[in-house]
């Protein structure tokens, strides 16, 4: 094979995936360098820990530095690889790799949803390349699939498993009716989540991805702030059971759907993060586990389901090098990076649609002593907020406490629903707050 030049890249953090990225580069260079059409070399590597051991790789044999300053201002690496994680120092990093016009390839997706506007531009005026399929849905080619392949399509909707740590505490809650924080303990020691697991399990990783997602799919940039984001701390074992009673399974879903104009007064798109319940039979219901799973549908291919692991050293090196590979092949036969190809704001963005506006159905879990009336209390005043019910569980039905009362209600505003939450609440009989789920699609 005859190889047009030789492409130099620089490694910033040798963790994990950092680890992974510098093993498959040195165990497939030559399969790799016969798909990128150029010699690929990995110039520096960069991290604060040179001396611990990484599995696989032979330290020795890289070239380590511990200073990221070594990598940024060495005129002859093209390509700089951000694998450090976190704002800063990444930022800062990023910001100066692409003013000193070298292209980029990160999986920070915190940045980006914090900083992706920003870096976008900076990537423009560079003129050069910026890629992050790593960052999110880990090895599942999800980006470019979104950026390229539907091309053709204006997104009408996508709902996605895309944390793999709480779909692993859901399913384990699920197939064996364990309460929340024993599942979470049990995450913790086998390595699924974080000591501190906030990041993950009050949803804020699933609302950095939806972020870049939206910015891609719908053509508009959301505030990270604006995302309303719950996650999945208070979904209880009794839940789980009274929802597979009802034929549905719990997820954390991050949603994304164009509205219509009378939704919120013109067409918007809505954007959120919150356990959901959805049908047992439907494709994202079977992603279990630390699996990832993002359903889209668009108005030209219809829907699609894209699953994967999304998360771990080797299929989160794969996405990484997806980019350098896709950049260095450019390098290598002179082709320019466009600006068309970073995320841009479209010429008609979509505003976002509050979250009080949104419609779907809910699942309700209503606390309540046993007397004559007090069902026929809380649907009157659901009927009150224009809100109806669907489906109704009563079990305990005889003692003396306080038994749950679950209902199901048809499409309502959320508006109303909240209202509807403050006064049944508010009720003598009610003992303890409602619990409230957002539905999707029915089980039918």
Do not use: W
Request: aromatic share 4%; hydrophobic share 45%.
């Amino acid at each position: 094979m005859s190889r047009a030049s030789d492409v130099r890249i620089g490694l910033l953090g040798l963790g994990t995936v950092g680890a992974g990225v510098a093993k498959v580069l040195q165990s497939r260079r030559e399969m790799l360098e016969e798909r990128a059409g150029a010699r690929l070399t990995l110039a520096a590597v960069a991290d604060t820990d040179l001396t611990r051991a990484r599995e696989g790789l032979d330290l020795k044999s890289l070239p380590l530095t511990g200073d990221a300053a070594h990598v940024l201002a060495d005129p002859s690496i093209q390509i700089v690889i951000e694998l450090v994680g976190g704002l800063e120092p990444a930022r800062s990093f990023i910001s100066r790799a692409l003013a000193a016009g070298k292209h980029v390839v990160t999986a920070n997706k915190a940045l980006l949803a914090h900083h992706g506007v920003e870096l976008y531009e900076e990537a423009r005026r560079a003129g050069v390349a910026l890629g992050f399929e790593a960052a999110v849905a880990g090895g599942i080619p999800l980006i470019r699939a979104v950026k390229e392949g539907l091309v053709a399509n204006r997104v009408l909707s996508l709902a996605g498993i895309v944390n793999g740590t709480c779909n692993y505490i859901l399913s384990k809650m699920t197939d064996e009716g364990l309460d929340f924080s024993l599942v979470l303990k049990e995450a913790q020691a086998h390595g699924y989540a974080e000591a501190d697991p906030t990041l993950d399990i009050e949803g804020m990783d699933s609302a950095h991805k939806l972020q870049i997602l939206v910015a891609l799919a719908f053509r508009t940039f959301v505030d990270l702030r604006h995302i309303h984001t719950e996650g999945i701390s208070r979904v209880t074992a009794q839940d789980i059971e009274y929802a597979r009673e009802l034929g549905y399974r719990i997820k954390l879903l991050a949603i994304a759907k164009a509205t219509a104009p009378e939704t919120a007064g013109g067409p918007g798109v809505e954007v959120r993060v919150h356990p959901t319940m959805i049908p047992a039979a439907s494709p994202l219901a079977a992603v279990s586990g630390v699996f990832n799973g993002i359903f889209l549908t668009g108005d030209a291919v219809g829907d699609l389901m894209f699953y994967g692991r999304g998360a771990g050293q080797m299929p989160t090196a794969s996405a990484v090098l997806s980019d350098v590979i896709e950049i260095a092949r450019r390098i290598a036969h002179g082709i320019p990076s466009l600006a068309l190809e970073l995320p841009s704001v479209g010429p008609a963005p979509l505003p976002l649609t509050p979250m009080e506006a949104i419609r779907c159905c809910y699942y309700l879990r209503v606390t309540a002593q046993d007397r004559p009336g007090v069902l026929s209390k809380v649907a009157g005043i659901l009927g009150e907020n224009d809100i109806s019910i669907a489906n109704v569980i009563q079990k305990g039905r005889g003692v003396r406490e306080a038994v749950p009362v679950v209902m199901l209600t048809h499409e309502a505003r959320e508006r109303d629903m909240r209202a509807a939450l403050a006064k049944i609440d508010r009720l003598r009989d009610v003992a303890a707050a409602t619990t409230m789920i957002r539905v999707e699609g029915s089980p039918a």
